[in-house]
């Protein structure tokens, strides 16, 4: 299976730290993204990373992308209470035309 | 700023009936797609679409299915007769091409 695994499944830290949600996946890749889910809402999109990219930051994310090891990392710093979702990454392989999700990180961010 | 919109927001229908869920992707978007969520569980792909074809469909998206673009905007997803575990939230999502998917904001269909 391609699908992305996310660990942990759940993280709850202090308003002001660093979280960081690490993502595995199996297959080759075109790129991998990072999406927000507020409970019961839509996915928003947060940030694409590339398959020759190696990191990339879009205001608080950092996304880490190591192919070789087929994993990424996904750090918000200095969280929010409205950082407070789950997470879920999702790959898009060289293979087919589907975007797989893994299964997700629930995030809390406690004030 | 554009956006995927889907409709309606929340369907109840009874078991055996049939339901229709639209989706208006981004207009210049190209590549459509139906992923559902069980409450509490992973999102799931259903189905792609491009170039007013089915391109990829998983083990979820039975003879139940169908999708359709019948008018060059919008974007439909009907399940023939729906069952009790057909509950979930069923998100439409589309993309210009091998970047950044957009989502709607789902419609929960709920079978009694």
């Known amino acids: 299976s391609q699908q992305g695994e996310e660990d942990p499944q759940a993280l709850s830290i202090q308003e002001g730290e660093n979280a960081t949600m690490n993502c595995s996946y199996k297959?080759?890749?075109?790129?991998l993204q990072w999406y927000r889910q507020n409970s019961g809402r839509g996915l928003v999109h947060l940030i694409l990373?590339?398959?020759?990219?190696r990191e990339k930051h879009s205001g608080r994310l950092r996304v880490t992308l190591d192919t070789s090891k087929k994993s990424s990392s996904l750090l918000i710093t200095a969280s929010r209470a409205a950082d407070t979702a789950s997470y879920f990454c999702?790959?898009?392989?060289?293979?087919?035309?589907?975007?797989?999700f893994g299964k997700g990180t629930r995030l809390h961010i406690l004030p | 700023e554009p956006e995927v919109t889907q409709t309606p927001s929340h369907q109840v229908t009874q078991m055996g009936q049939e339901v229709i869920l639209r989706c208006v992707p981004i207009?210049?978007?190209?590549?459509f797609y139906w992923y559902r969520q069980i409450l509490g569980q992973k999102v799931e792909f259903l189905v792609s679409?491009?170039?007013?074809?089915?391109?990829?469909k998983s083990e979820i998206f039975d003879d139940q299915f169908s999708v359709e673009r019948p008018d060059g905007s919008n974007f439909t997803l009907k399940i023939r007769s729906t069952k009790l575990e057909d509950s979930a939230m069923y998100f439409c999502?589309?993309?210009?091409?091998?970047?950044?998917?957009?989502f709607g904001q789902g419609t929960r269909l709920t079978v009694v």
């Open positions: 999502a589309s993309r210009v091409s091998n970047t950044e998917a957009f």
């Open positions: 679409f491009y170039n007013n074809e089915i391109s990829e």
């Open positions: 207009s210049n978007h190209l590549y």
């Open positions: 990373i590339r398959s020759n990219e």
């Open positions: 297959t080759s890749i075109n790129n």
């Open positions: 999702a790959t898009d392989a060289t293979r087919d035309d589907k975007i797989i």
